[in-house]
């Protein structure tokens, strides 16, 4: 054997050796199960935010899904409304602790078999960069649910008509009680206008 054919296999056994490493750090970035075994996943800055992620729900009702798995660290608080809808749906779910996890996922819904899902992009879109990307404030997320101004109302049906229907308007009877608008009164807490 010549030296370039030791250094062929010397490259091949290290480009295999790295890929090992590769998918050892992404089972323990993905709670400990392999990256093509993930539907999907939410951060843990995502759950902390209290906002139940309708895209988590559509998940547990995918077939190939088998069980949803959460880190303890985050707080009973923060996961209650997941376990209660897996409960709900009678679907397997695990709280786990993890010293030797990587990264910040907090949550992934699991299936046992392989998924091509390389190329795709397994964490769940944050819900308040849908405001900030149409230049709507952190405040119009943060108050989804509330009652808000007629201002705030178009502002939203306008720039995010998807979300309209999480926000409802104040009526005279809350005028008249002396209700503010939440996002109003945030944004000037924040020093807008």
Same mark, same amino acid.
């Given at each position: 054997? @010549?030296? %370039?054919?030791?250094?062929?296999?010397?490259?091949?056994?290290?480009?295999?050796?790295?890929?090992?490493?590769?998918?050892?750090?992404?089972?323990?970035?993905?709670?400990?199960?392999?990256? &093509?075994?993930?539907?999907?996943? +939410?951060? $843990? @800055?995502?759950?902390?935010?209290?906002?139940?992620?309708? &895209? *988590?729900?559509?998940?547990?009702?995918?077939?190939?899904?088998?069980?949803?798995?959460?880190?303890?660290? *985050?707080?009973?608080?923060?996961?209650?409304?997941?376990? %209660?809808?897996? &409960?709900?749906?009678?679907?397997?779910? &695990?709280?786990?602790?993890?010293?030797?996890?990587?990264?910040? *996922?907090?949550? $992934? $819904?699991?299936?046992?078999?392989?998924?091509?899902?390389?190329?795709?992009?397994?964490?769940?879109?944050?819900?308040?960069?849908?405001?900030? /990307?149409?230049?709507?404030?952190?405040?119009?997320?943060?108050?989804?649910?509330?009652? $808000?101004?007629?201002?705030?109302?178009?502002?939203?049906?306008? %720039?995010?008509? /998807?979300?309209?229907?999480?926000?409802?308007?104040?009526?005279?009877? /809350?005028?008249? +009680?002396?209700?503010?608008?939440?996002?109003?009164?945030?944004?000037?807490?924040?020093?807008?206008?």
């Amino acid at each position: 054997m @010549d030296l %370039k054919s030791n250094l062929g296999l010397i490259d091949e056994k290290e480009k295999k050796m790295n890929h090992i490493y590769s998918i050892q750090n992404q089972k323990k970035y993905y709670l400990g199960e392999y990256r &093509e075994r993930i539907i999907v996943a +939410l951060k $843990v @800055d995502q759950l902390l935010e209290g906002d139940l992620y309708p &895209e *988590i729900i559509a998940a547990m009702d995918n077939p190939k899904a088998k069980y949803l798995k959460m880190r303890r660290d *985050i707080g009973l608080t923060f996961l209650k409304p997941y376990i %209660k809808e897996a &409960e709900r749906k009678n679907f397997r779910y &695990e709280i786990i602790d993890g010293l030797s996890y990587l990264g910040d *996922i907090g949550l $992934v $819904v699991v299936t046992d078999e392989s998924l091509d899902n390389e190329d795709e992009e397994l964490v769940i879109r944050d819900m308040n960069q849908d405001f900030l /990307d149409v230049g709507l404030g952190p405040e119009y997320s943060k108050n989804q649910g509330k009652h $808000v101004c007629n201002k705030c109302h178009l502002k939203v049906e306008d %720039k995010l008509p /998807d979300y309209i229907e999480k926000f409802k308007r104040l009526t005279i009877l /809350d005028k008249l +009680l002396g209700v503010n608008c939440p996002v109003c009164k945030d944004r000037k807490k924040m020093g807008g206008k």
